[in-house]
């Protein structure tokens, strides 16, 4: 079935973006199962994308998640490397940010096409060989090779999935504890996923939407375009929130999740007894954002069982300390 798939897109022809129609679509198209060093399908990833048990079948490491309450499924694509050893049976996940814009273009159309699967995969394995634990990078809905509208990011049907596609993965691998790390959307990803499970240890949230009542009352426009169903990790902590330990990453000049709204999660996290930290750090790009390199080192910190307050000694930038804006309440 899969060469049957590749000859149809070589029929239809190629563009810089991999395999795609000449007239590119609009609307989501069926999941092409991306390999080797393709590019994955601007246009899937702007447009979205659907699929079903039995093509999610022919997708390298598919996971055919259909959540409860949900009117449909989704393929949701995973990158892996290491086996589980020992007692402990742990493995580390990672969560990435948002890579479509809500007018649905590339936030970096560079980056997106520079990770095909193959480079994915060599990411992963190093990133296993650095921590030396399973690790798996879990593409979100709608890009990287799962499918789904990214649009759909920090609502509830994507923490739906993406808590259906770490089960899976429970299964698979027979893990009995994991650890993550989620950057941004990813972030907010993973804070669904402390709220939802009972099996996360270590988990490093950087640059993460954390309250998203408060993110929305400062996005210019109507940003909230009338959904219902967004899902704010602060109003759901609960018992399973507070078995893990969490590292909070934020830098006071981030222009594209406040230090406040991080902030607020973090104060809520703490009220409810929480065994966390918040710590000010150094993020890079324009935006001052991405501080995922930050965050794999404050979690094999964290693996190692150092003290969360030597990981924010260890990690904090004092002097990015006198930009933190004042507390409001």
């Not at 602060?234 to 830098?251: E, F, G, M, Q």
């Not at 404050?298 to 933190?324: F, N, Q």
């Amino acid at each position: 079935m899969r060469i049957a798939c590749l000859a149809i897109a070589a029929v239809l022809g190629t563009s810089a973006w991999g395999q795609a129609p000449r007239q590119k679509p609009t609307a989501p198209t069926q999941l092409e199962a991306t390999v080797g060093d393709r590019v994955f399908p601007e246009y899937q990833a702007r447009f979205g994308s659907f699929s079903s048990p039995e093509h999610c079948a022919t997708v390298p490491n598919g996971l055919w998640v259909h959540p409860e309450n949900e009117p449909a499924g989704e393929c949701i694509r995973y990158y892996a490397a290491g086996a589980l050893t020992g007692a402990t049976r742990e493995m580390v996940l990672f969560f990435s940010g948002d890579d479509v814009g809500r007018d649905r273009s590339l936030g970096s159309p560079a980056n997106y096409a520079r990770l095909t699967p193959n480079r994915m995969q060599a990411d992963v394995e190093h990133t296993h060989r650095t921590l030396g634990m399973a690790f798996a990078w879990v593409a979100r809905p709608g890009v990287r090779g799962s499918s789904g509208d990214q649009l759909l990011k920090t609502r509830l049907r994507e923490m739906r999935l993406m808590n259906g596609a770490v089960s899976r993965l429970k299964e698979i691998y027979g893990v009995a504890t994991f650890h993550a790390y989620g950057q941004s959307g990813g972030g907010a990803v993973l804070a669904a996923l402390l709220n939802l499970r009972s099996d996360i240890g270590c988990a490093v949230l950087s640059s993460a939407n954390l309250d998203v009542d408060q993110w929305l009352t400062e996005q210019p426009g109507d940003r909230r375009g009338g959904a219902a169903d967004w899902y704010n990790p602060k109003t759901h902590i609960n018992a399973n929130t507070l078995r893990a330990r969490i590292v909070i990453l934020s830098d006071p000049r981030d222009k594209a999740v406040s230090f406040g709204s991080q902030r607020n999660y973090a104060r809520a996290l703490e009220k409810a007894g929480g065994h966390s930290v918040h710590i000010v750090a150094g993020a890079t790009g324009p935006l001052f954002h991405s501080l995922v390199a930050e965050a794999l080192p404050a979690l094999r910190s964290c693996l190692k069982g150092l003290p969360l307050e030597t990981i924010k000694v260890r990690t904090e930038r004092a002097d990015l300390r006198r930009l933190v804006p004042p507390e409001t309440d």
